[in-house]
């Protein structure tokens, strides 16, 4: 019953993680005498790019997300494991893992390990800050803040007919990177445009979103002129845009800025990722942030055998710099690691990484982005353009590209979100 | 703030649940002189005779279900309010209800009440079965089905690479209406066809798929030449059809049929419905499903002003058989009950309900259903096209329509599935 026996002797390449990074690592190694196995703890790879149109209502998680092993179908030698990584015995080059249900253990043994596990939210010492303002990781993750958001107008429409009182509409969001951005904007969008025929006692219009950033401006890995850019499109959106307001605290109901207290139906965190537990389990160093410090090939200290990629390796730069933990870094590094891979089979030496910048862009709503391509600068309407046709090449390999397409153009079109549901148990009323 | 208050003097029909009776009886009236408010549990209409599909990861979520409000956006008379009905107060003509979170009921006042709760699963006496074996009436069921289906696949792979030994990959589904039937096929259909290339070690077409009836025959409320034309359908397709084949008990892993234990790695519920509480709720005379025994004009003895529509009703046909609960029953009670309502402001008399049968159909899988219209019976592709282009007509008035039909029509050429998504919290493992 046990696979590809014929190819026993092969080498096994097992890689821990199905995002931008293993996906790419196992799809480059599709045709290498290798075996190879894809751990993941969901079953399916996330588009996360566009996690934030599930957050909000506009695709659902099916149009963003596949299964890996239909993203890895056609590649023979690969075999996919839905599984929780425990722990790593490198000495003896062997994975724990464990299934659903208990007593569930198992081990791995590899002849070559691709740690790709990614990144998850920060909480910078609030670990209880978690339940109050959730962050944007996994479809999970989306499909949880799309309740909540909704369930905010909802609970508007209902103190206003059934107690003639004005519910709140305040939305924050802690945090002016991408994700955050993203987020305010897409509030600021469907509130004002998408939701104005349902409610009949509400205006959703009124929504007021806050977006909180501690340091000096938003987008801060942007140049400053694109952060002056896209604070400005924010404004023009009618988000509240207060940088250098750190939170102090939060609690059911509002945020606290110092002495402040912003009362808000739903609060929302874009403030900071921490890396993967699994780059501690290595027992290999790690910066503070808990990323791993990989050798110029990737590789760790003293394990030529294992490698890190995507947002869980902290990669020095030419310039000392870190690459960043972006998708496009990720594939880099994936496919990276699956030639170092082929080399060391082939007797060859290992090479340097070197992070290929394209550019980066970053939206903000309808119509409103900004692009960081180097010398090239640039806002608005181009910037969203080149930001949608970019994603849409991007999916290419999903299987439902058309359907975001059409997904796309029918809401651009119609102003209409086909994906406002709210599903999952009330909090007060659990059915079980 | 309080809406449409010009017409405040307008008589106002409370509509509770936004299934198919309700949604009909509010766009029925939606020209009316009445104010209208549907309540409902959840924020979205769900279109059930394609939630198997949802279960089956076919279909996303919302490819099958709109928010109602989306759906009454155009009524500019109705209010959606989200919230449960935990109580009536016939005598002064006021619901009572609660939304999220403590301290949120309220009450609402009506002139004409319209109760459409449906029916959820009955266990038949056995309430800690519904954990083991969850049936199929919401998308949280369908979503949950979903992550039980694809998980068996799962863990038995899982079981073969790390342990090398045979996973159970037995589906029991229990009941053979309509949704066991359309269960226990889209169970063989997908083990069979589209996840044929997924897995390496084993063989998702070995999977065995066990339907039991306690009673003597498949689908019971079809003609027998049809429940026998089903059941050789059924087995044609790989499936294991045992009737008079009554369960004793459900243990994880386990279903007891008398003396008999059959292993099962899922268990699927499609046995028994039981009327929604509110019937009871109303203290009006029910039968012994808890369904509401109405007067011939769907109202409740002693209270012309308060109907009972869809599955919640029995309704008495001609023959004094009661009408079955099925879509086309619930949507002409909607529009029956809203016309009583138009016919009570014009001061005419009640009509008499009466259920027009255009026939009923059941699928079993793809290419294979059966067929009754009256004294026409069909069955295979004939009445699987039928099936298919009714379910496609019945679908105007969702936005998604088209993307359903372009869904149905990619899955058809490719076999695949979009929706194959596990989520949801491991059992074992909760995040919080």
Same mark, same amino acid.
């Given at each position: 019953?046990?696979?590809?026996?014929?190819?026993?002797?092969?080498?096994?390449?097992?890689?821990?993680?199905?995002?931008?990074?293993?996906?790419? $690592?196992?799809?480059?190694?599709?045709? $290498?005498?290798?075996?190879?196995?894809?751990? /993941?703890?969901?079953?399916?790879?996330?588009?996360?790019?566009?996690?934030?149109?599930?957050?909000?209502?506009?695709?659902?998680? $099916?149009?963003?997300?596949?299964?890996?092993?239909?993203?890895?179908?056609?590649?023979?030698?690969?075999?996919?494991?839905?599984?929780?990584?425990?722990?790593?015995?490198?000495?003896?080059?062997?994975?724990?893992?464990?299934?659903? +249900?208990?007593?569930?253990?198992?081990?791995?043994?590899? /002849?070559?390990?691709?740690?790709?596990?990614?990144?998850?939210?920060?909480? &910078?010492?609030?670990?209880?800050?978690?339940?109050?303002?959730?962050?944007?990781?996994?479809?999970?993750?989306?499909?949880?803040?799309?309740?909540?958001?909704?369930?905010?107008?909802?609970?508007?429409?209902?103190?206003?007919?059934?107690?003639?009182?004005?519910?709140?509409?305040?939305?924050?969001?802690?945090?002016?990177?991408?994700?955050?951005?993203?987020?305010?904007?897409?509030?600021?969008?469907?509130?004002?445009?998408?939701?104005?025929? /349902? &409610?009949?006692?509400?205006?959703?219009?009124?929504?007021?979103?806050?977006?909180?950033?501690?340091?000096?401006?938003?987008?801060?890995?942007?140049?400053?002129?694109?952060?002056?850019?896209?604070?400005?499109?924010?404004?023009?959106? +009618?988000?509240?845009?207060?940088?250098?307001?750190?939170?102090?605290?939060?609690?059911?109901?509002?945020?606290?800025?110092?002495?402040?207290?912003?009362?808000?139906?739903?609060?929302?965190?874009?403030? +900071?990722?921490?890396?993967?537990?699994?780059?501690?389990?290595?027992?290999?160093?790690? /910066?503070?942030?808990?990323?791993?410090?990989?050798?110029?090939?990737?590789?760790?200290?003293?394990?030529?055998?294992?490698?890190?990629?995507?947002?869980?390796?902290?990669?020095?730069?030419?310039?000392?710099?870190?690459?960043?933990?972006?998708?496009?870094?990720?594939?880099?590094?994936?496919?990276?690691?699956?030639?170092?891979?082929?080399?060391?089979?082939?007797?060859?030496?290992?090479?340097?990484?070197?992070?290929?910048?394209?550019?980066?862009?970053?939206?903000?709503?309808?119509?409103?982005?900004? $692009?960081?391509?180097?010398?090239?600068?640039?806002?608005?309407?181009?910037?969203?353009?080149?930001?949608? &046709?970019?994603?849409?090449?991007?999916?290419? +390999?999903?299987?439902?590209?058309?359907?975001?397409?059409?997904?796309?153009?029918?809401?651009?079109?119609?102003?209409?979100?086909?994906?406002?549901?709210?599903?999952?148990?009330?909090?007060?009323?659990?059915?079980?």
């Amino acid at each position: 019953m046990l696979p590809m026996s014929q190819k026993d002797n092969w080498p096994h390449v097992v890689i821990i993680g199905g995002g931008f990074a293993g996906i790419n $690592a196992a799809k480059a190694l599709a045709r $290498a005498p290798v075996r190879i196995t894809v751990i /993941d703890r969901k079953n399916h790879h996330t588009f996360q790019p566009l996690l934030y149109q599930v957050a909000l209502a506009v695709l659902s998680p $099916a149009e963003i997300a596949s299964p890996i092993r239909s993203v890895l179908r056609r590649c023979r030698n690969v075999q996919v494991l839905l599984g929780e990584v425990t722990g790593f015995d490198l000495q003896n080059r062997r994975v724990q893992a464990k299934g659903e +249900g208990p007593g569930k253990s198992y081990e791995i043994s590899y /002849d070559y390990l691709v740690v790709a596990a990614g990144v998850t939210h920060a909480y &910078f010492g609030h670990p209880e800050w978690e339940h109050l303002a959730p962050g944007l990781k996994t479809i999970e993750d989306a499909t949880e803040i799309r309740r909540r958001v909704l369930l905010a107008f909802e609970n508007a429409e209902r103190e206003a007919i059934a107690h003639a009182r004005q519910g709140s509409l305040n939305f924050v969001v802690i945090g002016a990177g991408p994700t955050g951005v993203e987020l305010a904007g897409a509030i600021s969008d469907i509130s004002k445009r998408h939701m104005r025929d /349902d &409610f009949r006692a509400i205006d959703p219009a009124q929504a007021r979103v806050i977006l909180l950033e501690g340091g000096p401006r938003v987008l801060p890995t942007f140049p400053e002129d694109l952060s002056a850019s896209a604070r400005k499109q924010l404004e023009e959106m +009618g988000v509240e845009v207060r940088t250098n307001a750190l939170v102090t605290g939060i609690e059911p109901g509002s945020v606290m800025v110092g002495g402040e207290t912003i009362p808000a139906a739903v609060v929302l965190w874009g403030a +900071g990722v921490a890396a993967s537990s699994l780059g501690k389990l290595l027992g290999v160093p790690t /910066d503070r942030a808990g990323r791993v410090l990989v050798q110029p090939d990737l590789s760790v200290p003293g394990h030529p055998e294992v490698f890190v990629a995507g947002d869980l390796a902290a990669a020095k730069m030419a310039d000392s710099r870190f690459v960043p933990g972006v998708a496009p870094a990720a594939i880099q590094m994936g496919r990276f690691v699956a030639r170092q891979i082929k080399r060391s089979l082939e007797g060859e030496p290992r090479e340097q990484f070197a992070y290929i910048d394209r550019g980066t862009l970053a939206t903000i709503g309808r119509s409103k982005a900004v $692009a960081d391509l180097g010398r090239l600068h640039f806002s608005g309407y181009l910037a969203w353009m080149a930001w949608l &046709f970019i994603h849409i090449l991007f999916l290419i +390999g999903f299987r439902n590209r058309f359907m975001v397409m059409a997904e796309w153009a029918w809401d651009y079109i119609t102003y209409n979100h086909s994906a406002r549901l709210i599903t999952g148990e009330r909090e007060d009323n659990p059915r079980k």
